[in-house]
């Protein structure tokens, strides 16, 4: 009688995720007498103890030795031998139908099998989701790329806005302080230090500034720290923290802390969104853009200042809700206007924010996610004060928002790509 089955199956996952993989080491590793064992001992689970995980082996050990709720543990053990099984078959099976497509532009070669099906690990029980009423759990590898210093423990829309936060803060070499609320940027700086890129970000807007979620793209030391420790934030993310400052937010006991791991490989992500009965998938809008492509429209062309920021405001722009206005300086916001119904509106928005901070727009560029329709919005941000505009362009009232562009003696770049964020 057989009482205990134990497998470790071939290494299909790791071998096919190499980028020079041979199709013949790809077979060879597709484990054919593992699964099937697993399977048929997990058939027997009443009488047969199934291992797949070695991190059960102690728990197994542990309920032979005493005797007790080994049954509740087959039971257990057998399911995740199905699941994991399932989820090997389908590697497999989206790997073959990649690799043996006929055609190089076939859907399944640009990252979308026919059949979209995952299996992921539970990561975390969350407390609630977005809000208290709801259930929510976190699925996935989500802790590979990020550890926990110190803090609360995450909630969900903690995890929604780190998600936000990392995507923004990675389009930025330079020493970049971002600061978010709800997806959101109400700030964003780049400096020669992070110190002074922190009192740019903040300052963009203070209010909206409390309780936001911060990162930053270089090591955190204690200036830095002295200065986000004079606010309430929910999570601070970064590469890394100096000592001096894990001692300085350690006397916020909730203050989460966050290091991205290096390696996160996030251009190979795709963004997935639930629909009724379904999901959406897409690749993220990664792609650079070279501001060679960049045409400029108007009888004016951007000046050096202008276009560092056109650049920056572009890059900021494209993280921020639908329909989006960001007003900027070189490298700096100076007003945000996010998710409204009409783009006027959010021009609106980032005016009266940018006025309520004690910022002059004289000078300023106007950033917008998609075009303008009419001029109305064009004619709005140069009576605020800003002298060039960057958009994607394609309205057809384009000859009228060009003209209402020179004759307020704008420069004004078409980009030709939409960046809209639902």
Excluded at 18 to 33: L, M, S, Y
Excluded at 167 to 175: K, M, R, S, T, V
Excluded at 238 to 263: D, H, Y
Aim: hydrophobic content about 40%; aromatic content about 8%; some cysteine.
């Amino acid at each position: 009688m057989i009482d205990l089955v134990a497998v470790n199956r071939y290494f299909f996952e790791e071998t096919v995720a190499k980028p020079d993989v041979r199709w013949e080491d790809a077979i060879e590793n597709i484990d054919i007498g593992g699964p099937s064992m697993l399977r048929s001992a997990a058939k027997n689970h009443e009488s047969v103890t199934v291992v797949c995980d070695p991190d059960d082996y102690t728990r197994v050990l542990e309920a032979m030795e005493s005797g007790e709720a080994l049954e509740s543990l087959r039971r257990e053990l057998a399911t995740k031998v199905f699941q994991r099984t399932a989820s090997y078959d389908r590697t497999i099976a989206r790997y073959l139908e990649m690799a043996t497509a006929a055609e190089p532009d076939l859907e399944s070669l640009a990252g979308f099998p026919r059949r979209y099906e995952m299996s992921l690990p539970k990561a975390a029980n969350l407390r609630y989701g977005e809000n208290p009423h709801q259930k929510a759990s976190l699925y996935g590898s989500f802790f590979d790329y990020f550890e926990k210093l110190q803090g609360k423990e995450l909630s969900y829309n903690n995890i929604i806005v780190i998600t936000a936060a990392v995507y923004l803060i990675g389009e930025f070499q330079a020493p970049t302080v971002a600061i978010l609320k709800h997806t959101n940027p109400c700030g964003v700086a780049s400096a020669a230090t992070l110190a002074e890129a922190w009192d740019q970000a903040y300052e963009t807007d203070r209010q909206a500034s409390f309780g936001g979620i911060i990162a930053v793209n270089q090591t955190v030391d204690g200036t830095l720290a002295e200065k986000i420790v004079g606010i309430f934030s929910e999570v601070v993310i970064a590469p890394e923290f100096s000592p001096e400052a894990r001692g300085i937010f350690g006397k916020k006991k909730n203050l989460r802390l966050m290091v991205a791991r290096a390696g996160i490989g996030a251009e190979a992500l795709q963004d997935m969104r639930s629909v009724v009965v379904g999901v959406l998938v897409q690749d993220r809008d990664i792609q650079p853009m070279p501001e060679d492509e960049f045409e400029v429209v108007t009888k004016r062309s951007p000046t050096d200042e202008e276009w560092k920021a056109l650049s920056f405001g572009w890059k900021v722009v494209k993280h921020v809700k639908s329909n989006a206005i960001v007003y900027a300086a070189a490298e700096r916001t100076l007003g945000v206007g996010a998710g409204q119904m009409s783009r006027v509106e959010s021009s609106k928005i980032a005016v009266r924010k940018a006025g309520e901070a004690g910022h002059s727009l004289k000078g300023s560029i106007i950033a917008s996610d998609a075009f303008f329709p009419f001029p109305d919005g064009l004619v709005a941000a140069a009576e605020a004060g800003a002298t060039a505009a960057i958009q994607p362009g394609g309205s057809k009232r384009d000859d009228e928002v060009i003209a209402a562009a020179d004759e307020h003696d704008m420069a004004m770049v078409f980009t030709g790509r939409r960046h809209f964020r639902h």
